[in-house]
């Protein structure tokens, strides 16, 4: 009798222990799924901020602001965007982990929320590098007028000096000229 007692308690708790396994690895995989569509969500928000930031057109009215701006895009895509990177790689790490946990328990493939796909992260992440393209192209140009524009006018400012220089020196003969009549009239009087 004790033996059957021990051996159904031995029963119990190995399928309480089975049924524990397969709860640990529901949960774990339901950790998994918030992981990524956490991950995904910030990753999409971070790439739509930086959308907007590229398509930003209004550049500073000066050489120096203008290089700024160059500075700050240059900062962004040699410091800032190479982790934003790495995550992507790791968001595809993760749902191909997910993936196969759910296949090796026989549970249907995890389908991730509209724009949350690995296909929806890509497409923008290709939006945000066209965007990034044409905001260089942009700085480049606009750095480029400002080089022109601060030409032209140091080119107006020395030509100002040469006709303000020439105009003095003929004021001065001018003044020269009309000393003469000046002492005539005064003499006459």
């Known amino acids: 009798m004790y033996y059957h007692y021990f051996n159904k308690l031995k029963e119990h708790q190995l399928e309480g222990k089975r049924i524990g396994g397969v709860l640990d690895e529901i949960l774990a995989t339901e950790k998994l799924k918030d992981k990524y569509e956490q991950l995904t969500s910030s990753l999409i928000n971070w790439i739509n901020e930086k959308i907007e930031k590229m398509n930003d057109r209004n550049f500073a009215n000066s050489l120096t602001g203008v290089e700024d701006q160059y500075k700050e895009f240059d900062d962004y895509r040699k410091v800032e965007k190479p982790p934003k ?33 690995i296909s929806d992260i890509n497409r923008k992440w290709e939006i945000l590098e066209n965007a990034e393209y044409d905001r260089e192209k942009l700085l480049i140009k ?17 030509k100002v000096q040469l006709r303000t220089s020439w105009i003095c020196e003929n004021q001065k003969l001018l003044n020269i000229n009309n000393l003469p009549n000046d002492l005539a009239s005064i003499n006459a009087a």
Not at 94 to 110: I, V
Not at 142 to 158: C, G, H, V
């Open 85 to 117: 990177f790495d995550e992507r790689g790791n968001l595809e790490v993760l749902l191909f982990e997910l993936q196969t946990r759910l296949k090796a328990n026989n549970r249907k493939p995890y389908t991730p929320k509209e724009e949350m796909m």
């Open 142 to 158: 606009e750095i480029q007028r400002q080089k022109q524009l601060e030409r032209m006018a140091k080119t107006f400012d020395s």
